[in-house]
């Protein structure tokens, strides 16, 4: 089922802008995963964030985790083509990491050349 | 009303036997996946079919079959289970569009798959 509310639903972006998705929580996230999905594919694994505060990033994609561990955002610097897809989150309910993981509702990124 | 439905949630089973996990989901959707959740979180995707066709087969053992009677159901059988099969297993289904672009994909419950 579907727990985790991201917003936007839907972006669309100009090449070589920036942008920002948001995934919230009412509830502590002990682990967050953000996935993307290319058309035709399964889920792509892009980052992982479990300590408040903490931000990977990973070549024009940062995600970060808020200090209260119930908002993470994934942020694209300079958008490309490449980046169109779904952007989806997913999070552990529980401490341990031994718990099947809930999934937010999808972002939507178009990029337009 | 639940989207996407698995059953069992929950699967505890023996070494070498043969089990089958069902998903059904109820939006219409013409495209549904199976998942494997490995302990690092990461999801690898096993099948995919869009209107009971299989369109991805991702490199799985052939233990692993899946069926699709119907576009709203997918169900996955594993024979001669493995201790290496213990994982959890999400079925997910979205909105084929065309080459217009990917569809959001709604994920089950997930069903926690224990090996002895």
Partial sequence: SQELEQSPQSLIVQEGKNLTINCTSSK???????????????????MMLQKGGEEKSHEKITAKLDEKKQQSSLHITASQPSHAGIYLCGADPFPGGNEKLTFGTGTRLTIIP | DTAVSQT?????????????????????????YWYKQDSKKFLKIMFSYNNKELIINETVPNRFSPKSPDKAHLNLHINSLELGDSAVYFCASSQRRGLAGADTQYFGPGTRLTVL
């Avoid at chain 1, 682990?31 to 290319?38: D, N, R």
């Avoid at chain 2, 699967?11 to 549904?32: A, F, P």
């Fill in chain 2, 8 to 32: 069992p949630k929950y699967l505890v089973t023996q070494m070498g036997n043969d089990k089958s996990i069902k998903c059904e989901q109820n939006l219409g959707h013409d495209t549904m």
């Fill in chain 1, 28 to 46: 502590t996230l002990y682990g967050l995963y953000w996935y993307k999905q290319k058309y035709g594919e399964g889920l792509i694994f892009l």
